[in-house]
Structures are given as structure tokens and as C-alpha cells.
């Protein structure tokens, strides 16, 4: 199955805590990307990488962080700095021609709760 | 920031009705593309149009572009009840690569 999936579907975590949320993907995609979802809102990007070892800011990186080490892989962590954590977090993957028509897939998402 | 507003917020609508969602945006843009998430779900992608096209058809799906108006609308043709979900409008902003700025979406219902 070709695709993108994101662990754990569920996540809680105590204030103060950072917490890494996996997204994996086998498309051979060179871009990723990090949304988050807010109840009845559309999606804002967090971060989002063109080739692996490069990222770049999205329109709410403060409080998150990423890492590119493998094409497959973008894994986003939520520090304890990010004052309202909870949400719905969404991964997409695409390919990078330099065309902005690229369509973006993306995987079932993760929703986190802060307790 | 979001790009788009999207009109209306929420759609009731009967079975084998059509479904008309708008969606308005701030600035130029190279293409926007319609996407589709069932409750607490990813998104999938519909249909894109590019900027320089006015209307492009998808099965039942079909999109305008009206680039002076700053608009589109996405029309769902003789609705099923699996339509049921939220239709998001994304655009492309001129010169903006390939990052998405979403609209904050339509939620349709479709009854039996």
C-alpha cells in the first residue's frame, strides 16, 4: 500500500511535556508538510520541507519542531512552549517539480490533547 | 493568516440536490484547489484550477474561477449521501511555490 500514515491516531500529554508525532511515507514525495487543524477551522501550515536536511517556517512554527533526516520521514515535535497545543495535526506529502501544481496528499492525522 | 472565507459554513441539503459552496480569497494566485475531509479524517484532494482557466469539471464536480472577483465555487451535482463531509478551498499564492493557504470550509450534509 502506497501512502502516508501518522502515529499515534490518538495522543495525550501532561503540560510541560514535549511529544513527537511520527509521519512516515512511501510515495518517494521529496516535499512535506505539517498543518494543524483547530475545531471548525481550515488548515495552517507549521513547517514544511522541500529535500531532505532543508526545512522552512510555515505561518505557525513558535513551539514546534521538525527534522528531515530521511526522505520517508518528517517528524514534528510539540515543545512545551507551544501555549495551545491542542488540535488536530495533519501531515501531507507531495512532489517538488517546482511547479506550484503539485498535489499534496495527506495522511489520517493525529489528534493531541493537552491535559 | 487564512486566504480564504468560504460561503456558507454549513449546508443541509437532500439527496439528488446540488451543492453549491463558495469560496473568496485576498490575493493573486497561481491555482486553487478544492479538498474534501470526512469527519476527524485527512483530506483529499478534488480538483485544482490554475488561474488562467474559468471552469473545470471533475465527474460531478464542478469549478469556477472568476480571477477579477477574487472567487470559486465548487458545484456537487445530484448529491449523494456520501458526499456528506467538509470541502476546504486552498490557493496557491502567486510566486508562493507550492504552500497551500486554506479557506475555512463548508460543512455539507446530505440526507437521505
Known amino acids: 500500500d502506497g501512502g502516508i500514515t501518522q502515529s499515534p491516531k490518538y495522543l495525550f500529554r501532561k503540560e510541560g511535556q514535549n511529544v513527537t508525532l511520527s509521519c512516515e511515507q512511501n510515495?518517494?514525495?521529496?516535499?512535506m508538510y505539517w498543518y494543524r487543524q483547530d475545531p471548525g477551522q481550515g488548515l495552517r501550515l507549521i513547517y514544511y520541507?522541500?529535500?531532505?536536511?532543508?526545512?522552512q517556517k510555515g505561518d505557525i512554527a513558535e513551539g514546534y519542531s521538525v527534522s528531515r533526516e530521511k526522505k520517508e520521514s518528517f517528524p514534528l515535535t510539540v515543545t512545551s512552549a507551544q501555549k495551545n497545543p491542542t488540535a488536530f495535526y495533519l501531515c501531507?506529502?507531495?512532489?517538488?517539480?517546482?511547479?506550484?501544481?503539485?498535489?499534496?496528499?495527506f495522511g489520517p492525522g493525529t489528534r493531541l490533547t493537552v491535559l | 493568516s487564512q486566504q480564504g472565507e468560504e460561503d456558507p459554513q454549513a449546508l443541509s441539503i437532500q439527496e439528488g440536490e446540488n451543492a453549491t459552496m463558495n469560496c473568496s480569497y485576498k490575493?493573486?494566485?497561481?491555482?486553487l484547489q478544492w479538498y474534501r475531509q470526512n469527519s476527524g479524517r485527512g483530506l483529499v484532494h478534488l480538483i485544482l484550477?490554475?488561474?488562467?482557466?474559468r471552469e473545470k469539471h471533475s465527474g460531478r464536480l464542478r469549478v469556477t474561477l472568476d480571477t477579477s472577483k477574487k472567487s470559486s465555487s465548487l458545484l456537487i451535482t445530484a448529491s449523494r449521501a456520501a458526499d456528506t463531509a467538509s470541502y476546504f478551498c486552498?490557493?496557491?499564492?502567486?510566486?508562493?511555490?507550492?504552500?497551500?493557504?486554506f479557506g475555512t470550509g463548508t460543512q455539507l450534509k446530505v440526507e437521505l
Open positions: 501531507a506529502s507531495s512532489s517538488w517539480t517546482g511547479l506550484s501544481t503539485d498535489t499534496q496528499y
Open positions: 510515495l518517494n514525495h521529496d516535499a
Open positions: 520541507s522541500q529535500i531532505v536536511n532543508d526545512f
Open positions: 490575493t493573486s494566485i497561481n491555482n
Open positions: 484550477i490554475r488561474s488562467n482557466e
Open positions: 486552498a490557493t496557491v499564492q502567486a510566486g508562493g511555490g507550492n504552500k497551500l493557504t
